[in-house]
């Protein structure tokens, strides 16, 4: 039994709408030992190692369905059990986690684990030792080898992988400040593996660590930490305050304790979380020892006066308290009868204690802090303390060490409560902890007495949302309400466009719209990340690291996601719901790879986009996979583009009030038109569309109407989508091999990225359409991962369109041979009646583009699809034919190339053989591209 693969979905995918792991497990010789098989031994032992699994349900739906599942019949087979044992040992780590499915791949034994996580490593982690522990409770004739360590110990393991899971996940008040936010719909995106969190997207964001927020002053939180400057400052208003003194060395604590007077406390300089702290010290010695516990923690160490009370977190959010908790050190009481040790594992067994943060409460630890406190009282571990005897195993009350909290916020004196808020304004704190001691929080410190020991910047809020008594507190509410007052946006509007072909223009194009509406977008697309139209991020960014890359930027105010088949198989969705989602097309590219070998698959893939939409959802009524995407959206609305104004169901769709682009035929020409609530609103001809060319590139017209249709239903004024529209054109620049046209050499280049048959198509649809006087050339390949037949289709979609044809492959060849890609497209235009002699086959793209600008003659136009686009591109714009200027380029006639790709010695015009004016063996190859002459130099 073994993982063969894992992928882990940060966001919605094929499996979940959340964040998933999935593993593709190996069974092998286990296939046929399902759980009724191996015994009730088996169970049994499962059930000892992981109680919490009583309470799954599985398919029962009710507590102890999952064991009653395993044991009758032939129960369950194991890829099913490691799901729930996945699931629960999160559980076990403090995560709420509880979605699983496990499926049969078809293949014998083998089997799709799907199981929900909270943290990446500790999914992965409890996937990896639930399988280990799977492995420890087969019997020994059935355990595959190696699987369990010699030694190996499941308590040990446990334990282990809980402190693993709690160093990576998020502390208990970043984790309550998260929960807040949720409930108030604002989403949010962990920075770092600590507790560094942004709430809210783009120029609407704030970022906390732990309770320290984006808006807490910095000199504050030095103040804070400063506890003598902190003394001073409240002391000078007015505040209880103990006396203290700075000391450096032994000598001089006992000197501040003798002029203080005892008893007294040491404490570090600058620590936190009670480390180091000594309290109601006597004597000179104890101040002595004293020192250097605090000495192990600060440079500088604090003695004060020892202030009788209970210790109190007094908690201000904003100016005003929120709660109050009384705190107790870990301790025991003693019953006449058992051993500390004994009474430590009584504590122990309160299902409220965890490990660290697992639970409400720690467990107790009879560590050497323990034994020293054990020493003050003289007890042992061994010790049997009377009865109602409390035993003290901490000097000071932090919950991380076994304290206790107990609720008293509706008890506090008014006087308590305005000295806390008094005391945290002081130090300037928006969220601050005062830590006071006072016999009775009920009763005013100016009767009683009681003083401020300290006033704490980020303090821990998991005493005030989970007390061990009283009530639980939301304290985290009023911290989110501050950084996101009622009215205050925390969401910039998020568009999503998948299609196989056309979502990169659609995806600039709708970017471009925004921003001529006055937004600053931040764009995702296969050549990199693009803020305010500035790429920042070079490579294809369509996947989810992109997405969550724009929404982190502080500068965005809209977020334009091109989000790709590969993206989504690999990693799901970058977030968990966009405004507005759009789907273009469904066509046969990338089948094969990933376990998508369909049409219906890959529309499955896709239609992700439009399960995620809030606001509306974009679909191309035109093509059948698409259109029936309508049936799995729960967006508010569904906007049809289609290019046939007689769209039946479009039709019926505008009657019914609903929404659709169309395009419409006109005096003019054809008109891209919006409908919307049984409005009919005309908004632009497509030949005033600089990418459309006039309206002769009909794919370019339809990206046009689902980018008008995405920023209308985004709430973008028409003015500006026409404007948008009106200004976007087609360049290298603004759309980096999406239909480029370079018109400086004596002949017309149509330069694309297109690399499936229904992409290449729509080009060479394009090429026949344009007023071209001389011939038509094209330079053709196909990716090397893609299916024989998908080659061979791209092929068939410009055969008999051209007078020439090039095939090439691309730099990285994928697992093919150096010139299997043109070989078998060669053959495929040969089967379609392409003569042998009207094609070329030149595997490297820098001689094939080279060999094709060679033989361009004046009114000829050369379709380029390019790999290498920004090498291809810097190759067409710099050509020159070696030793000659344009004129002899215009007059100089083109070689005549080979079906094996070679040049013919001579070519023939006009009866007369004539000597070939170019040759690729005088190319000059360098690490910038293909290199004509000298002159031609950058």
Known sequence: MRILDRSVYVGPSLYARFPVIRLELDLAALEAWPTGKLGSHFVDALAAALPGLAEHGCSYREPGGFFRRMREGDGTWLGHVLEHVAIELQNIAGEEVTFGKTRSTGAPGVYTVVYEYAQRDEGIAAGELGLRLLCSLLPESLRPAGSVPEGWSWPEERDRFIRFAQRRALGPSTAALVRAAEHRGIPWLRLNDQSLVQLGHGKYQQRIQATVTGRTPHISVELASDKEETNKILAGLGLPVPQQELVHSEREAVRAARRIGYPVVTKPYNGNHGRGISIRLTTDEEVAQGFLVARE??????????????????????????????????????????????????????????????????????????????????????????????????????????????????????????????????????????????????????????????????????????????????????????????????????????????????????????????????????????????????????????????????????????????????????????????????????????????????????????????????????????????????????????????????????????????????????????????????????????????????????????????????????????????????????????????????????????????????????????????????????????????????????????????????????????????????????????????????PDEQEAIAAALAMGQPGDLLLVFADALVRSWKQITKFKPAGLGTAAVTAAPAPVFTGNGAAAPEAVKGGEPVAPPFSLEGLIRDERGVRYAPEAED
Not at 686 to 708: D, S
Not at 736 to 759: C, Q, S, T, W
């Open 297 to 842: 923690h600060s440079r500088s160490v604090i003695v004060e006066t020892f202030l009788e009370g209970d210790d109190h977190r007094l908690l201000v959010v904003n100016g005003e308290l929120v709660a109050a908790t009384r705190r107790t050190p870990g301790h025991v009481v003693g019953d006449g009868v058992h051993t500390v040790t004994q009474l430590i594992d009584r504590v122990n067994l309160d299902p409220r204690r965890g490990v660290g943060h697992e639970k409400v409460l720690t467990r107790l630890e009879l560590d050497a802090q323990a034994q020293k406190m054990l020493d003050r009282v003289g007890l042992t571990a061994e010790s049997v303390p009377a009865k109602d005897q409390v035993v003290y195993l901490r000097s000071t009350a932090n919950l991380s060490t076994g304290g206790t909290a107990t609720d008293v916020t509706d008890i506090i004196h008014p006087d308590n409560r305005e000295m806390a808020e008094r005391a945290v304004r002081a130090i300037g704190l928006d969220v601050g902890g005062v830590d006071f001691l006072s016999k009775n929080i009920a009763e005013s410190y100016r009767t009683i007495g009681g003083g401020i020991c300290e006033v704490n910047a980020a303090p821990g809020f998991r005493m005030h949302v989970a007390p061990s008594e009283g009530l639980a507190r939301d304290v985290a509410a009023p911290v989110i309400d501050m950084l996101f007052p009622s009215a205050a946006p925390s969401r910039v509007p998020i568009a999503a466009i998948t299609g196989t072909n056309g979502k990169t223009t659609t995806a600039r194009m709708l970017a471009h719209i925004t921003k001529m509406a006055g937004f600053t977008p931040g764009l995702t697309t296969t050549d990199g990340v693009y803020i305010d139209g500035q790429r920042t991020v070079q490579g294809d960014m369509t996947g989810p690291v992109s997405a969550r890359m724009v929404l982190a930027d502080p500068q965005i105010d809209m977020a334009v996601l091109e989000t790709a088949r590969g993206g989504l198989l690999r990693a799901g969705m970058g977030v968990n719901e966009v405004n507005v989602g759009a789907v273009l097309n469904v066509q046969p590219d990338h089948l094969g790879l990933k376990g998508i070998d369909t049409l219906e698959q890959l529309a499955e893939v896709k239609r992700i986009v439009v399960e995620v939409a809030t606001d509306c959802a974009v679909l191309n009524a035109d093509d059948p996979l698409v259109l029936r995407m309508s049936a799995h959206t729960e967006a508010k609305s569904i906007c049809y583009v289609t290019m046939n104004p007689q769209h039946t169901l479009v039709r019926e769709h505008i009657r019914a009030g609903g929404r659709a682009c169309a395009l419409e035929a006109g005096v003019n020409g054809q008109m891209i038109t919006l409908y919307d609530r049984s409005g009919h609103i005309p908004l632009l001809w497509t030949h005033l569309i600089p990418a459309t060319l006039e309206g002769r590139a009909t794919h370019n017209v339809q990206n046009a109407m689902f980018a008008a249709a995405m920023a209308f239903s985004l709430g973008i004024k028409l003015d500006a989508i026409r404007q948008g529209l009106r200004t976007f054109d087609s360049t290298f620049f603004q759309a980096p091999g999406r239909m480029n046209i370079f018109n400086e050499h004596p002949f017309k280049v149509l330069f694309d990225y297109g690399h499936n048959a229904h992409a290449v198509a729509a080009l060479a649809d394009l090429a026949q359409r344009l007023d071209v006087t001389g011939r038509r050339i094209v330079v053709l390949a196909g990716p090397g991962d893609r299916r024989d037949e998908d080659l061979v289709a791209i092929a068939r979609a410009v055969a008999g369109r051209f007078d020439h044809y090039i095939c090439r492959r691309d730099d990285n060849l994928r697992d093919r041979g150096p010139d299997e890609v043109p070989r078998i497209q060669a053959k495929a235009l040969r089967a379609a009646g392409v003569a042998e002699s009207a094609i070329s086959v030149i």
